[in-house]
């Protein structure tokens, strides 16, 4: 085997092995915020994510936040520079970078986006606040999912753990391009300017070919202090910034990958967690099963349960079935819909969105935000893993073979050069 596709699929199965074992920690560290949340200890809970915190910059920058908010602005824009190094990394070398193989993640990501968005809002159109959430249950949480399909073990094909991983990846892009669009305050032109200027100089390091990826850090550093004056959402610099480390170095290397890997650990580990626990925790004092029917929480919960699977199963048995997309080897029709099912689970992205979606409305919305988001993400999980177990090995329907089985999911042989 070429020392390249080794390299591959080694730092495949790292990735594979941190997703696991991050969607345990991240669900120990939501549940935590749950039983925290509802014990003697919710008074310590809430000043906790009050606690106040300051940078002060010189005399002309002062950035004084609650840590909920740090959390949420600063250490979410590294989820999402890790985020983005994955999208590069997956266009540039990975199972993205072939056409064939793009194409069916790529249709199946935006049906597993359209139906969600589509559900919630035929549930909420004739409240206008409500409907500003219409993008939440349109996310998927990648670290929940793969750690539900890692622990099935054999039972997902390997194909199958590549078409999770290149539709979250790709969802993820969406969320980004949402947020960009949908998710901002009023800008700032000057600003704007400023991060403009530090993207230019990102891409002008990158065409110089310089590889020293703190230098990019620190100008992303810039750029996320600007971004954060602008009005966009700040995390979005993360996202922007990683797309400027470059994917290959002069000998071969790749300082793109080299970053993700080593940042992986820290955000699978450490921030998430502490995303989860900080947004998780819901007070349910008082709370019925009759705010389960509430419009909000049910077109979250059911937009994450079916829009989710209903958009990503159907329209992937579409592209099959035409011809115009590459089956997943060894995968059946049971396994890819279990697949499908698992892609509602949301919790990372959809709380985040949520967040900004709900900023300033209430805490009646933010409730009805945590129990959709919770509710709906764990039983499309039980679902998910439910149908992948019953996909028994020895008797399970094919998949639609209009498409041809030369394109079928593989990992590349050898990583294609790129900036």
């Known amino acids: 085997m070429p020392d390249s596709r080794r390299l591959n699929q080694t730092a495949f199965m790292r990735f594979f092995a941190h997703e696991s074992a991050a969607g345990v920690v991240l669900g120990l560290a939501a549940l935590a915020a749950l ?5 003697p200890l919710a008074t310590w809970y809430e000043a906790f994510l009050r606690t106040p915190g300051e940078i002060v910059i010189g005399q002309t920058l002062v950035l004084e936040k609650t840590l909920l908010v740090w959390v949420n602005d600063l250490w979410m824009a590294v989820f999402f520079f890790l985020v983005g190094l994955e999208i590069k990394r997956e266009f540039v070398e990975g199972e993205l970078a072939d056409r064939r193989q793009a194409v069916l993640p790529l249709a ?14 035929a549930i909420n159109w004739s409240d206008a606040q409500a409907l500003k959430g219409w ?3 349109a996310a998927t949480d990648i670290a929940f999912a793969i750690g539900i399909v890692m622990l099935l073990g054999s039972r997902v094909p390997t194909s199958l753990k590549l078409f999770l991983t290149a539709v979250a990846i790709i969802d993820d892009l969406g969320a980004i391009v949402v947020i960009a669009l ?3 305050d009023r800008l700032s032109l000057t600003a704007l300017a400023g ?3 530090g993207l230019a100089l990102l891409f002008a390091l990158n065409r110089m070919k310089v590889m020293r990826v703190d230098v990019y850090a620190a100008v992303g550093l810039l750029i996320w202090v600007f971004v954060l004056k602008s009005g966009v959402h700040a995390t979005l610099a993360g996202a922007l910034t990683a797309m400027a480390i470059p994917a290959r170095d002069a000998d071969g290397g790749s300082p793109l990958q080299r970053v993700e890997h080593s940042l992986h650990p820290w955000v699978a580990f450490l921030i ?6 900080c947004n998780a925790g819901v007070n349910l ?9 509430e419009p909000v929480t049910l077109g979250i919960a059911l937009g994450l349960v079916l829009g989710k699977a209903i958009g990503v199963f159907g329209t992937s048995w579409l592209m099959l079935r035409s011809g115009l997309g590459a089956a997943p080897a060894g995968a059946s029709t049971l396994q890819l819909f279990g697949v499908s099912v698992l892609c509602g689970i949301g919790f990372t992205m959809s709380l985040f969105i949520g967040g900004l979606a709900f900023d300033g409305l209430g805490a009646a919305l933010e409730t009805r935000l945590k129990l959709g988001v919770l509710s709906g993400s764990l039983a499309a999980g039980l679902a998910g893993a439910a149908i992948l177990v019953a996909a028994s090995p020895v008797s399970r329907a094919p998949l639609p073979s209009g498409a041809s089985s030369a394109g079928r999911y593989r990992r ?3 990583p294609r050069a790129g900036r």
Do not use: E, H, K
């Open 35 to 39: 039983i925290v949340s509802n014990s």
């Open 108 to 121: 199946a990501a935006l049906g597993g986006m359209v139906v969600p968005a589509a559900i919630y809002s």
């Open 135 to 137: 993008a939440i249950p």
């Open 182 to 184: 949908f998710y901002t």
């Open 195 to 197: 991060a403009g200027i």
């Open 272 to 277: 998430l967690p502490t995303f989860g626990f």
């Open 285 to 293: 004092a008082g709370a019925t099963p009759a705010v389960l029917l």
């Open 412 to 414: 590349s042989p050898s």
